[in-house]
């Protein structure tokens, strides 16, 4: 008796998920099946400097001093560094916040226009203009503060740092970051919002397709938000669970008491 009321109960259950239908979980499902798939990449695109990124800069020289004063915002005024006078705000270790106005302050130079340069573009400007203090100097431009946040159906939803070496991410290692999606992510609709120039903006992108890889949300920008929705399985069970938590609780008490009273 007893195991025939748990057999019915499990019954219940399972059929209010009867009317859910299987989705496709595999990434770039029409994928041709070949073996060798080659296309051009043209939506990798060089970030620029904007308003609001920490930019590590470090130049490097014959000129010891001058490495230090440009490094770390200091000025030798002794012989061998005896004395030293604050210059400047550019502590290497906290790196230059680029202002509203896209500009930064560095020693010596003072203020320096960055914004919509790329890092290769503001290197040869820093050079350029250290040609009157420095003699051949070498430039380095890294964005410190480069983030984006991945929430919903995935491993580990976190605020992923993008080490200072690395120019652009794409969604699927952003996915990778985080454990990837587990079984109830929607691949189909993955919600990316981008907050850019004033302009907030939501795009879906589906990544059973292999267009994917063409579009301009596919590599990720400062500050983006992912977002894994749940599919309906997920969501449906939840409900389920929450709806009838109190019956299934009661009918296991009265079949516990009904086996009670037969035997």
Not at 80 to 87: H, K, S, V
Not at 134 to 155: C, D, H, M, S, Y
Not at 220 to 225: E, I
């Amino acid at each position: 008796m007893k195991i025939k009321i748990v057999y019915l109960l499990g019954i219940v259950l399972l059929s209010s998920c009867a009317s859910l239908k299987p989705r496709d979980i595999v990434y770039f499902s029409n994928l041709p099946q070949q073996e060798l798939l080659t296309e051009q990449i043209e939506n990798a695109k060089e970030p620029v400097i904007k308003p609001g990124d920490l930019l590590t800069i470090t130049v490097t020289s014959l000129d010891q001093k001058s490495n230090v004063l440009f490094n770390q915002g200091f000025i030798m005024t002794g012989e061998g560094g005896a004395g030293m006078m604050r210059q400047g705000t550019g502590d290497s270790n906290e790196g230059y916040l680029v202002d509203e106005e896209g500009n930064i302050e560095f020693p010596v130079l003072g203020r320096i226009n960055l914004t919509g340069l790329t890092k290769e573009q503001a290197m040869a400007k820093i050079k350029a203009d250290l040609h009157s203090y420095v003699e051949n100097p070498i430039v380095k431009v890294r964005q410190a503060n480069f983030r984006f946040t991945v929430l919903g159906e995935v491993g580990s939803p976190s605020i992923i740092t993008v080490p200072t070496d690395k120019d652009n991410v794409t969604i699927l290692e952003a996915m990778g970051m985080v454990g990837d999606m587990t079984i109830y992510g929607k691949r189909e609709n993955v919600l990316v919002i981008r907050e850019e120039d004033g302009v907030r903006t939501m795009a879906r992108l589906n990544l059973n397709k292999v267009d994917v890889f063409s579009s301009p949300y596919f590599y990720l920008k400062q500050n983006d938000v992912v977002y894994v929705e749940p599919d309906k399985a997920k969501i449906a069970g939840t409900s389920i669970i929450r709806r009838n938590w109190g019956f299934a609780v009661g009918l296991v008490s009265t079949a516990i008491l009904l086996v009670s009273l037969f035997k």
